[in-house]
């Protein structure tokens, strides 16, 4: 296979989306860079629905983050200091995309049930810096992310309806 050029296909999106929905975390990332060390980062991110994403930024370093869904449809939010949610948008079809500058608290969630996301951001990843999560979010496995996540989704379904 010729890692120099990858081309992006149903059949791969369909394998990722299967291999999401088997994944404890729901979710799943296709790597098109080579090592942890490039830069940018380029991806794929596959999630289906249910699955949560702790809301956090990238400050320090400081990383701008680009997202094209090219299936499905996701929810962003984007928070103040404080927690509070100062921004939903609705992603896929359009807007198509989204582009956060550093240090914006964001996080996202699929409405359909499976979304495929283009993901750009600065290299190098490092698990120690790479997120800033926020103290008023629930984490990841937390028993209050399910009940925190439902409350986002109820206000992307309050503004649809």
């Known amino acids: 296979m010729d890692v120099a050029i990858q081309t992006l296909h149903r059949a791969l999106f369909d394998d990722l989306i299967e291999r999401a929905r088997l994944s404890p975390r729901l979710r799943i990332n296709h790597n098109f860079h080579s090592s942890m060390e490039d830069n940018p980062h380029r991806f794929l991110n596959v999630m289906v629905q249910g699955t949560y994403i702790a809301p956090h930024r990238h400050l320090d370093p400081p990383k701008a983050e680009s997202f094209l869904v090219l299936r499905g449809e996701v929810a962003f939010f984007i928070?103040?200091?404080?927690?509070?949610?100062?921004r939903t948008e609705v992603v896929g079809g359009d807007p198509m995309g989204i582009d956060l500058a550093p240090g914006i608290?964001?996080?996202l969630s699929p409405l359909s049930a499976h979304a495929v996301c283009y993901e750009v951001k600065p290299g190098p990843y490092s698990a120690a810096n790479d997120k800033d999560f926020a103290l008023w979010a629930p984490r990841e496995g937390d028993p209050g992310a399910t009940a925190y996540l439902e409350s986002l989704m109820a206000l992307v379904r309050s503004k649809r309806a």
């Open 105 to 107: 608290w964001h996080t």
């Open 79 to 86: 928070f103040d200091d404080a927690g509070r949610v100062a």
